[in-house]
Nanobody
Framework: QVQLVESGGGLVQAGGSLRLSCAASGRTFSSYAMGWFRQAPGKEREFVAAISRSGGITYYGDSVKGRFTISRDNAKNTVSLQMNSLKPEDTAVYYC???????????????????WGQGTQVTVSS
């Protein structure tokens, strides 16, 4: 099992940047593919970004491509989401997710992830 704790959320003006982090504890972090999802009020949870176990493969949702960057540090058991050029429509609770998929796997389906953090709120003002 792995436990996930997100941090770094907050209030930012449109056009600004935030960096989210997700700290993992438990089993070997490098055994897990990682993902970020978000959920805005009244909307379904949406895929944001994913990264493979080694960090060599990344995958982004269309709405964040070119603005967000996912990365991981397996030595520090963390995955990060650098968010630039933020828009009001990026406002949501952001969740970190993990699953013990094979090397090279990245996925956008939340059903593929077994472990979730509690979420961190990101609010982008116009």
């Amino acid at each position: 099992q792995v436990q996930l704790v997100e941090s770094g959320g907050g209030l930012v003006q449109a056009g600004g940047s935030l960096r989210l982090s997700c700290a993992a504890s438990g089993r070997t972090f490098s055994s897990y593919a990682m993902g970020w999802f978000r959920q805005a009020p009244g909307k379904e949870r949406e895929f944001v970004a994913a990264i493979s176990r080694s960090g060599g493969i990344t995958y982004y949702g269309d709405s964040v491509k070119g603005r967000f960057t996912i990365s991981r540090d397996n030595a520090k058991n963390t995955v990060s989401l650098q968010m630039n050029s933020l828009k009001p429509e990026d406002t949501a609770v952001y969740y970190c997710a993990a699953d013990g998929k094979p090397p090279g796997w990245v996925g956008s389906n939340q059903g593929d992830y077994d472990y979730w953090g509690q979420g961190t709120q990101v609010t982008v003002s116009s």
